[in-house]
């Protein structure tokens, strides 16, 4: 297991932080047939791959979190990526704040400016599982361990997942995993049926919050653990707390994330 301190153990898999090193096996599953198709109307290049490790090496750096590459336990194959990663203060994500509590936590930045302003208090979570590990469960687990770091280790107070409205698998997976739909946004994406990517793409949202967390570990124990713990609830923010500054006015305009199953 690594030593990174964001790697965690489920039952049955092992969960590693994605850093620079990991460019092969993030390679692996975003050059899967069906998990790029999510993502863009292309095959990204290896290239692109590389760039995308760098971003999560550095986002784990600066804002102590992104997402996992998943392995198997017991022989070390390459399930998927997954996991949490703060959101940016851009148009597309602030789409997601009619669906969030009134309060001033929903808009508030994290105290890191690089690699992007992000919000500091709700995260996002998602999922890629390689084809030939589909239907086995490995998504929920992935979510499991993600929802737990996000409220028990970083404290959050809302995390939310998007996907394609025609994404059923990823639907399902996000309501075994408790989050609840909230709505509907539009965004750059594959319409159902369509070959091009289109700026008004239909993406449903699932938001879970930290009292709704219903604590389930991935490892598949009983309900009923415990919920943030004291020194995560100290990271809370509030008006005026040190660190945490309004987000800017919302400008600029990136791809908005899908979680396929």
């Known amino acids: 297991m690594s030593d990174h301190a964001g790697a965690r153990l ?27 198709p999510w993502y863009s109307a292309h095959k990204p290049t290896r290239g692109q791959i590389e760039r995308r490790a760098a971003l999560m090496d550095e986002s784990w750096r600066l804002h102590g979190v992104h997402k996992w590459i998943a392995y198997q336990r017991d022989d070390g194959q390459v399930v998927g990526r997954g996991g949490l990663s703060r959101t940016a203060a851009d148009a597309d994500w602030g789409q997601i704040y009619e669906f969030l509590p009134d309060e001033p936590w ?23 599982v390689r084809h030939e590990f589909r239907g086995l469960g490995y998504a929920s687990e992935i979510g ?11 404290g959050a107070n809302a995390v939310v997942s998007c996907t394609l409205r025609h994404n059923a698998p990823s639907r399902a997976v996000m309501e075994r995993i408790g989050m609840r739909y909230a709505g509907e946004i539009k965004s750059r994406g594959l319409i159902n049926g369509a070959t091009r990517e289109q700026d008004d ?4 949202v699932h938001v879970l919050l930290r009292d709704e967390w219903q604590g389930v570990p991935a490892t598949g124990a009983s309900r009923g653990q415990p919920r943030a713990t004291e020194a995560a609830q100290g990271r ?26």
Do not use: M, Q
């Open 10 to 36: 489920t039952s049955r898999l092992r969960l590693d932080p994605v850093t620079k090193s990991h460019a092969d096996d993030l390679w692996l599953v975003h050059s899967d047939d069906e998990v790029w």
């Open 106 to 128: 929903t808009r508030e930045a994290h105290d890191a400016p690089f690699p992007f302003t992000a919000h500091a208090n709700w995260l996002e979570i998602g999922w890629a």
């Open 144 to 154: 499991r361990a993600g929802l737990a770091f996000a409220f028990t280790v970083l």
């Open 201 to 204: 793409a239909p993406y449903v």
């Open 236 to 261: 809370r923010s509030g008006p005026g707390r040190r660190g945490i500054t309004p987000i800017p006015t919302l400008t600029t305009r990136v791809r908005f994330p899908s979680s396929p199953a």
